[in-house]
């Protein structure tokens, strides 16, 4: 079964910045719209941007100006870039896509397993 991975977490100074990177595990035949979602320690979870297969975005008030979500296509892969890090931003960042279509299966509502950001001085 193929699932997602997310990477490029860590710790970084206010006002640092970090590239959080998200892949299938596996070979897939396409994906659709890929999220980013993230979730503070005592609080819900909750979207920070998204990105659909024709490049459109959304994006949490909290975020925008800061963060910029992008995708290869070609890689089955997508960024989120986040500049001006605040440490309310720390949180476990996680990468979701609503269908996956990989050889064999289809994943419905799929998630990886998460990457800490911690922004502290």
């Known amino acids: 079964q193929v699932h997602l991975v997310e990477s490029g977490g860590g710790l970084v100074r206010p006002g640092g910045s970090l590239r959080l990177s998200c892949a299938p595990s596996?070979?897939?035949?396409?994906?659709?719209?890929m999220n980013w979602y993230r979730q503070a320690p005592g609080k819900e979870r909750e979207l920070v941007a998204g990105?659909?297969?024709?490049?459109?975005?959304n994006y949490a008030d909290s975020v925008k100006g800061r963060f910029t979500v992008s995708r290869d296509n070609a890689k089955n892969t997508v960024y989120l870039q986040m500049n001006s890090l605040k440490p309310e931003d720390t949180a476990v960042y996680y990468c979701?896509?609503?269908?996956?279509?990989?050889?064999?299966?289809?994943?419905?509502?799929?998630w990886g397993q998460g990457t800490q950001v911690t922004v502290s001085s």
């Open positions: 990105i659909n297969s024709d490049g459109s975005t």
């Open positions: 596996g070979r897939i035949m396409s994906i659709a719209t």
């Open positions: 979701n896509t609503n269908r996956m279509y990989y050889y064999g299966g289809t994943c419905v509502d799929c």
